[in-house]
Every structure is written in structure tokens, then in C-alpha cells.
């Protein structure tokens, strides 16, 4: 009888044990777990210690996606089934996939999806696999977009692409307790021959703008040359002309002063005037290179220069 009540004794308490290793669940920071009590929604485990009845209680597996690299770095998808729901930003890597653009060009593209599980209920009860789900989702809706969009709109409009791609998603998966914080193309490879002949248009724009910008820069510095020329010539210009007028102001003040000598003493200025221009006539004659040319002097010369002397006793 003693061995029989010892025996239901050990069992009862490792069946105790058993119960309150089954019935406590902890539940790591920035995870959930939804609990079901015999088939139906129970509730929603949160971090830390929570408290379930086994065998009436059974948390609720899910099939999930997640995305790892090998041993080269090359992502890859892994699917499982698991009752722990990350709620974490999550990092989803689609592999790459041919699209037609409007123009026909078939071009890959791969793209990077960043979501958060925001309730786990619908994340559960929503949808069946929910990785999966949205990857069809973004590839259908990338291959709408980048239809619409030609070769060269597709290769500029990147960000256009990731913010209405992003705006999409995140409407389409609110129902699935899902919010996707954005979408980036990471490659965008057009085929080979497309390839080829933009790096030829590339080449050639390059080689254009550095025509341009030598021919500009041949232009501005001829530009350049010839105002300077033009300010050179106008500065020697102004110089010259500064110079005979300091000259002939000089003259003229000599003149002056000399015709006003010449009338205090009492004689004609005109005939020194006549007298000075002859000098300077026959002086360009003498220094002038005259070969076997006959130079005649005019009659009234002989007066004149016979009137020098007295011209210079007078000024005296």
C-alpha cells in the first residue's frame, strides 16, 4: 500500500513538473507566439513569462520564408515552420527577375523589400505564408510598373520606381497585419547588345560635350585676345592723341608768347610766322632723300631768309 501511494506520489509531481514546463513560455524581446485553445484563437503571447495549459493549449505554427547567404554571399530563400512570429524589421532579397519594359527590352532586375510584422493575428490568420505572399506580390507589381516605363525612364527613375512600388505594397499587405517600410532596386541589367550600344552612346556623349567645351573654351579666348587687342589699341590710340594735343598746346603757347613779344616791340608777327613755316618747308627738303633731284628755291625765299637776322635782333 506504501509502495503504491509512493508511486502516485513520483507521478503526480513529475506529471506537476511536466505541466509547469509546458505551461510557462517565455518569449524573447521583439517576438510573439499565437496561442490557440482547442483549434480557436486564444490569445497573443508577449515577451517575457507567459502561462499556458498544455494540451488545451497549443501555439500556432506558420510557414515562413527567410532569406540567407552561403558561403560566397549569395542569398538564398529558406522556408520552415515555426510558432514564433519575429516582430523585427525584416530584410527580404528577391532573386532576380526578367521584366519587360514598354519599348520591349527584357531586362533583371533585383530588388531588396523591408517589412514589419505589425500583428501577428493577421500575419497568421490572413494570409497562409506571408514571405511568400509578398514576394509574388512585389514581382507582380514591378513587372506593372516597369511596363509602363521605357528603357531610359527605367534606368532614371529608380526612385520614382521604389517610392510608388513601396505605396503599393503597403496598401496591398495592411491586411496582412504588414508594414513595408520601403523597396529598393538594387540592379537593374539591361542585355548584353543594350549594354554595348549605351556604353557606345555614352562614349559618344562624352566625346561631343568635350568638343563643345574645347570649342567653347577656343572661343572665349580668342574672345579674349582680340578685346585685348581692342583695349590696346584704344589706350595707344588715346595716348597718341593725348600727345599732340600736349604738343600743339605747347606750340600754340610758344606761338603765343612769341607773337605777343613781337608786338611790344613794335613789328608784324605775320612775317615770323611766314618766315618759321618756310624753315621747316626747306628743312624736310634738305634732310629728304632727293637723289639726283634738283632742288630750286622760290624768289621770295631770298628775302625771307635775308630777313632772319633782323628777326633775331628784334627778338632780342
Known sequence: MLEGLLIFLILLVFFVVLLAYLGFQIIPQAQSK????????????APGVNIIWPFIDKPRKVEWSM?????????????????????????????GQNVITRDNVVIKINALLFYQVTDPVKAVYEIRNLPVAIEQLTQTSLRNLVGELDLDGTLTSRETINSRLTAILDDATDKWGVKVNRVELKDIVPPPEIQAAMEKQMRAERERRATILEAEGSKKSRI???EGIREAEILEAEGHKQAQILKAEGESSAINQVTE????????????LIAVRYIE???????????????????EATGILSSIGGISEMLK
Open 261 to 272: 613779344a613781337i608786338k611790344k616791340s613794335g613789328a608784324d608777327p605775320s612775317k615770323y
Open 224 to 226: 579674349l585676345e582680340a
Open 67 to 95: 532569406t540567407e547567404e552561403d558561403n560566397q554571399g549569395r542569398p538564398f530563400t529558406v522556408h520552415t515552420k515555426t510558432d514564433t512570429i519575429d516582430l523585427r524589421e525584416s530584410v527580404f532579397d528577391f532573386p
Open 34 to 45: 499565437v496561442v490557440e485553445r482547442l483549434g480557436q484563437y486564444h490569445k497573443t503571447l
Open 281 to 299: 618747308a626747306y628743312e624736310n627738303m634738305v634732310t629728304a632723300d632727293t637723289g639726283n633731284k634738283i632742288i630750286y628755291l622760290p624768289y
